[in-house]
């Protein structure tokens, strides 16, 4: 019996991209692969258009290749894609998203590694002339910030574009935490990793993300505090600069009054600045110190991560 891939595909107002991302899986599996049968899991993360209805007729021309899951309302990118390894039952999973940006034709590299004896091959984008410089900017200064706090090694450039074994979904599954940050537990997970670079494509018909500003703040939110306590232990030492600050602008005021009374800060300004100085580190502390028991209090409350309103197709 030969081998499974098992492709995960969230689908959030991909409707337009639809039918040629199952068209070009498809040729790219019958032509480039041999000996292995594969299936294709879309997830329907709460999508407003018409994606539904496009899979229905997909799965009604393909229905040993296609399964749909479709969730009862939008849980997020890493929820539908956490739905689908749950699903999955082939022998190495494919993560990838909906929108043609992770090229099909890559997916052969993947699997030739994986043949190899790789169990986690993730694919990583070369460095794109189009992007935003700014946006190049802020992700280079996440992820070095995030391999300095992180316990675990997170690589650069990599999003979920990967091939996983599947004793290494079989970890994942394990996993039930609530804030899913899926490259992270793949680093986690540790076995034998390697990298396969590709370019990433244009937006099938120049669509726009619908990974907002908000969502992408959230997703490194649950790399940072989901992977590391270092913000925790940043806390004590932020306290004791910000205490020696506020001893020297005492001590400068005193100073000035005694020695200096012409470069004295008049009235209550001084007392002003420290009051505001301290207050804002207590903030901040408050803050961090909030992110973590949030994510406590949701973690105890043991929600379902997603919930699947309904499925169809015939593939497993």
């Not at 539908?80 to 998203?97: C, K, N, P, R």
């Not at 018909?205 to 790399?223: E, H, I, N, P, R």
């Amino acid at each position: 019996m030969p081998k499974t891939i098992s492709f995960i595909l969230p689908v959030y107002k991909n409707e337009s991209s639809l039918q040629e991302l199952h068209s070009r899986l498809t040729a790219v599996m019958n032509k480039d692969v041999k000996g292995l049968d594969y299936t294709m899991i879309f997830v329907v993360d709460g999508s407003p258009d018409n994606s539904i209805e496009v899979l229905k007729k997909i799965t009604a021309k393909d229905p040993s290749h296609v399964r749909v899951l479709s969730l009862s309302r939008n849980f997020g990118h890493q929820a539908a894609v956490t739905a689908g390894i749950d699903y999955a039952t082939g022998d190495a999973i494919i993560l990838m998203d909906a929108d043609l940006q992770d090229p099909p034709q890559v997916c052969p590299e993947l699997i030739e590694q994986w043949q190899n004896g790789y169990d986690v091959v993730y694919a990583q984008r070369r460095p794109r002339k189009d992007y935003p410089w700014f946006r190049r900017m802020l992700s280079d200064m996440y992820y070095g910030a995030l391999a300095k706090m992180s316990s675990v090694d997170i690589p650069r450039n990599v999003g979920d574009f990967r091939l996983i074994d599947k004793k290494v979904a079989d970890v994942i599954r394990s996993m039930k935490e609530y804030h899913r940050f899926l490259r992270g537990l793949v680093a986690y997970a540790g076995f034998k990793q390697t990298a396969v670079e590709f370019d990433r494509d244009p937006r099938f018909d120049d669509g726009k993300t619908s990974y907002s500003f908000k969502k992408l703040v959230q997703l490194a939110k649950d790399g940072i505090f989901g992977f590391s306590d270092s913000p925790l232990r940043l806390l004590a030492p932020i306290g004791v600069v910000g205490a020696l600050l506020s001893a020297m602008v005492g001590l400068h005021a005193f100073l000035s009054w005694l020695f200096w009374p012409q470069l004295a800060i008049p009235g209550w300004g001084a007392v002003i600045i420290a009051v505001f100085f301290v207050g804002s580190l207590q903030l901040i502390a408050l803050g961090v110190v909030a992110e973590y028991l949030g994510r406590t209090y949701d973690e105890v409350r043991r929600r379902p991560t997603y919930i699947v309103a309904e499925e169809f197709g015939d593939a497993k």
